[in-house]
């Protein structure tokens, strides 16, 4: 069965901090990768996603995420993080052809101003 | 344009009450997803329609909770006899569902509180 796990649950970073979020997945098949973000109050957001292609895919506000299939891994990279990053991450793996996210546990990180 | 509307925003039901989600997608999404985010638990995946169809119904976690979706359009999730333990947010999305690009859209979610 499909399986996504992030390895952080909590991080607390000061602003210009960079930031690294795991996330792993367990999956036999193609698969399409996904980071959400949910910002306070406000709903899931898609942040960046990977497909097929580069293994490095940017997204919005400057992040970042690398796909190394050998290692079964989608983490997410930001060089320098800002206070207005405080939110919840989400790691999300697909199976291809539509159908259900499967998420991680989520990562809620606190930037300190 | 308009996202992914849910209402209510909010609900509050005593135990045993059934209730009724609402989900409007995107204009011209085909497929529909729920989604259950709660505490202790992440989020979970309840059902997927394509169409008026769903193909896969394996997150629905007992026979109290239904879903329909008519029209190719709006979708309701029923919980029968609702339990402390239905307690959560019910999250829909939609996406276009192409082969290869299938990116969800997720809308605000009801927040339901079963005292």
């Known amino acids: 069965a499909q399986s996504v796990s992030q390895h952080n649950h909590h991080v607390i970073l000061s602003e210009a901090a960079s930031l690294e979020l795991g996330c792993n997945y367990s999956y036999g098949g193609t698969v399409n990768l996904f980071w959400y973000v949910q910002y306070p109050g406000q709903h899931l957001q898609l942040l960046l996603k990977?497909?097929?292609?580069?293994?490095l895919v940017k997204g919005i506000k400057g992040f970042e995420a690398e796909f190394i299939k050998s290692k079964f891994s989608f983490n997410l990279r930001k060089p320098s993080v800002q206070w207005s990053d405080t939110a919840e991450y989400f790691c999300?793996?697909?199976?291809?052809?539509?159908?259900?996210?499967?998420f991680g546990q989520g990562t809620e990180l606190s930037v300190k101003p | 344009g308009a996202g992914v509307s849910q209402s209510p925003s909010n609900k509050v039901t005593e135990k045993g009450k059934d209730v009724e989600l609402r989900c409007d997608p995107i204009?011209?999404?085909?497929?529909l997803y729920w989604y259950r985010q709660s505490l202790g638990q992440g989020l979970e995946f309840l059902i997927y329609?394509?169409?008026?169809?769903?193909?896969?119904k394996s997150g629905l976690p007992s026979d109290r909770f239904s879903a329909e979706r008519t029209g190719g359009s709006v979708s309701t999730l029923t919980i029968q006899r609702t339990q402390q333990e239905d307690s959560a947010v019910y999250l829909c999305a939609s996406s276009e569902n192409r082969e290869t690009y299938n990116e969800q859209f997720f809308g605000p979610g009801t927040r339901l509180t079963v005292l």
């Open positions: 999300a793996v697909n199976g291809g052809k539509g159908g259900k996210l499967i």
């Open positions: 990977y497909f097929s292609g580069d293994p």
């Open positions: 204009s011209g999404h085909t497929a």
């Open positions: 329609f394509q169409g008026n169809s769903a193909p896969d």
